[in-house]
């Protein structure tokens, strides 16, 4: 379905609805499903508008390597949870690892593990996978993995297991939302269905995460990655145990996982989020139930990270991302063929698997020669060194590409309303459809650009 609707419509029409029906004060069994389903129910009206695609699309063959590494890794498992010990603390942390010093780490959780060692405090790490299912090797004493058995069961025996989770009293008003939500966005979500899979889920991995957190015995959680792991942050607010998420990403007021414009309490919300830089606390309405930090991220810390490069060329890179990468390589292979200049367009993780045939039009343009479609090959802070511009929607990249002083743009599909503040403050420019290197030549940008406040640093921490 295409739809003319933008994603500023959608957004604050969603937010009218909960107002509407106060859907936080809403529970079945004691459960606050609606923050349960909010993220992924946002995701699949935008989806289905086709104004965001799937963040990190999977395919067939990767879904079966996935399920594969849950049975692996689940049967791993069964005997690390019996020798895992007690820890004053416990880690869970986020699939994206970086190589360094010869061993890889998690990039967000680093500075606190290296805090936490010097504070001679004990931890508890569960590692997640990455987005293909895969466990890097890491140097931990005290761990265990994500994946276990009961993924499987939750998934395969939803269906089953459902006809005996009850509504009750709730079917009406669910249907009211339904109907006005399909209505609003012309859209055909079953609502009901989603509560379900997901009060279901819930209901079995606080059952799991209660039995562990009474074991390990942690005072306080570090998580990557709050929203999708409601029945953790239930679990230890149940026990007194302080839950702390870390900021892994990009966040602004289009992020239904942090985006609440209320005055009231958030349910299964971490009590703190740490961020990178005071930037990221002053441009979004998160919950006021949580506070709100800013720390040193060493391994992402740009302001020393930024490398020496000579004289930049006169090239573009385009920064992909699976959400909108379908439209960016359009318009990439549309600029790269009719304009005089070198062009990179540089993959997110997530497409490495299934560009070549997702992005048609840019698989030909690369064929013919005008641009270089990038993997692994390049980091995208060895592309930023060298190319004057660089032109993308909404990735975190957009920050880093400022760090390295290219001229930096937008392209105007939707998502780039994330990056309202850089527009707001001439750091970026939103192109016009059939820009020309013209374009890119005409803009002068505003050059007096804080790192620090973007990515806190440990000479200015406060």
């Given at each position: 379905?295409?739809?003319?609707?933008?994603?500023?419509?959608?957004?604050?029409?969603?937010?009218?609805?909960?107002?509407?029906?106060?859907?936080?004060?809403?529970?079945?069994?004691?459960?606050?499903?609606?923050?349960?389903?909010?993220?992924?129910?946002?995701?699949?009206?935008?989806?289905?508008?086709?104004?965001?695609?799937?963040?990190?699309?999977?395919?067939?063959?990767?879904?079966?390597?996935?399920?594969?590494?849950?049975?692996?890794?689940?049967?791993?498992?069964?005997?690390?949870?019996?020798?895992?010990?007690?820890?004053?603390?416990?880690?869970?942390?986020?699939?994206?690892?970086?190589?360094?010093?010869?061993?890889?780490?998690?990039?967000?959780?680093?500075?606190?593990?290296?805090?936490?060692?010097?504070?001679?405090?004990?931890?508890?790490?569960?590692?997640?996978?990455?987005?293909?299912g895969k466990h890097y090797e890491m140097d931990f004493?005290?761990?265990?993995?994500?994946?276990?058995?009961?993924?499987?069961?939750?998934?395969?025996?939803?269906?089953?297991?459902?006809?005996?989770?009850?509504?009750?009293?709730?079917?009406?008003?669910?249907?009211?939302?339904?109907?006005?939500?399909?209505?609003?966005?012309?859209?055909?979500?079953?609502?009901?269905?989603?509560?379900?899979?997901?009060?279901?889920?819930?209901?079995?991995?606080?059952?799991?995460?209660?039995?562990?957190?009474?074991?390990?015995?942690?005072?306080?959680?570090?998580?990557?990655?709050?929203?999708?792991?409601?029945?953790?942050?239930?679990?230890?607010?149940d026990l007194g145990i302080e839950t702390i998420e870390?900021?892994?990403?990009?966040?602004?007021?289009?992020?239904?996982?942090?985006?609440?414009?209320?005055?009231?309490?958030?349910?299964?919300?971490?009590?703190?989020?740490?961020?990178?830089?005071?930037?990221?606390?002053?441009?979004?309405?998160?919950?006021?139930?949580?506070?709100?930090?800013?720390?040193?991220?060493?391994?992402?810390?740009?302001?020393?990270?930024?490398?020496?490069?000579?004289?930049?060329?006169?090239?573009?890179?385009?920064?992909?991302?699976?959400?909108?990468?379908?439209?960016?390589?359009?318009?990439?292979?549309?600029?790269?063929?009719?304009?005089?200049?070198?062009?990179?367009?540089?993959?997110?993780?997530?497409?490495?698997?299934?560009?070549?045939?997702?992005?048609?039009?840019?698989?030909?343009?690369?064929?013919?020669?005008?641009?270089?479609?990038?993997?692994?090959?390049?980091?995208?802070?060895?592309?930023?060194?060298?190319?004057?511009?660089?032109?993308?929607?909404?990735?975190?990249?957009?920050?880093?590409?400022?760090?390295?002083?290219?001229?930096?743009?937008?392209?105007?599909?939707?998502?780039?309303?994330?990056?309202?503040?850089?527009?707001?403050?001439?750091?970026?420019?939103?192109?016009?459809?059939?820009?020309?290197?013209?374009?890119?030549?005409?803009?002068?940008?505003?050059?007096?650009?804080?790192?620090?406040?973007?990515?806190?640093?440990?000479?200015?921490?406060?």
């Amino acid at each position: 379905m295409t739809s003319n609707l933008t994603l500023k419509y959608v957004r604050d029409t969603f937010i009218e609805i909960e107002n509407k029906y106060d859907v936080y004060s809403l529970t079945l069994d004691d459960i606050y499903f609606w923050k349960l389903i909010r993220f992924d129910l946002f995701s699949r009206i935008t989806k289905d508008l086709k104004i965001l695609n799937e963040g990190h699309p999977l395919t067939k063959k990767d879904k079966v390597k996935k399920f594969l590494g849950i049975v692996k890794y689940g049967s791993k498992n069964l005997w690390l949870r019996t020798k895992v010990s007690q820890a004053d603390v416990m880690l869970l942390s986020h699939g994206r690892k970086f190589a360094h010093s010869n061993i890889y780490v998690d990039p967000y959780l680093y500075d606190i593990q290296k805090m936490l060692e010097k504070n001679k405090e004990t931890y508890l790490v569960i590692d997640r996978p990455d987005h293909y299912g895969k466990h890097y090797e890491m140097d931990f004493e005290n761990y265990i993995y994500f994946e276990r058995f009961g993924h499987v069961v939750r998934e395969l025996m939803y269906k089953p297991f459902s006809g005996n989770l009850n509504l009750k009293n709730k079917e009406n008003t669910i249907n009211i939302i339904q109907n006005e939500i399909n209505s609003v966005y012309n859209v055909d979500i079953d609502l009901t269905s989603l509560i379900m899979k997901k009060k279901f889920r819930f209901m079995q991995e606080k059952k799991y995460f209660l039995k562990l957190l009474k074991k390990i015995n942690p005072k306080k959680i570090y998580l990557v990655v709050s929203y999708g792991k409601e029945e953790l942050i239930s679990a230890a607010d149940d026990l007194g145990i302080e839950t702390i998420e870390v900021q892994h990403g990009v966040i602004s007021n289009y992020h239904f996982g942090y985006y609440y414009p209320y005055d009231f309490r958030i349910p299964y919300f971490p009590s703190r989020l740490v961020l990178f830089g005071k930037y990221w606390e002053d441009s979004v309405f998160y919950p006021n139930n949580c506070t709100l930090e800013t720390n040193s991220f060493s391994l992402l810390n740009m302001s020393e990270y930024v490398k020496k490069f000579e004289e930049k060329q006169e090239s573009v890179v385009f920064i992909s991302q699976g959400s909108i990468g379908e439209k960016l390589s359009q318009v990439a292979a549309e600029f790269a063929s009719n304009n005089n200049i070198s062009c990179y367009y540089k993959l997110h993780p997530s497409e490495y698997n299934q560009w070549k045939f997702k992005y048609k039009e840019l698989f030909l343009c690369e064929k013919q020669g005008k641009i270089k479609v990038v993997s692994n090959q390049e980091t995208i802070y060895e592309l930023f060194s060298k190319c004057k511009y660089s032109i993308g929607v909404y990735s975190t990249s957009i920050f880093e590409s400022l760090l390295y002083e290219c001229e930096t743009f937008l392209t105007e599909i939707e998502g780039y309303q994330y990056m309202q503040f850089l527009i707001d403050n001439n750091y970026v420019k939103v192109l016009p459809k059939n820009f020309s290197i013209c374009d890119l030549k005409d803009f002068k940008s505003n050059k007096a650009i804080n790192v620090s406040y973007f990515y806190m640093n440990e000479g200015n921490k406060q």
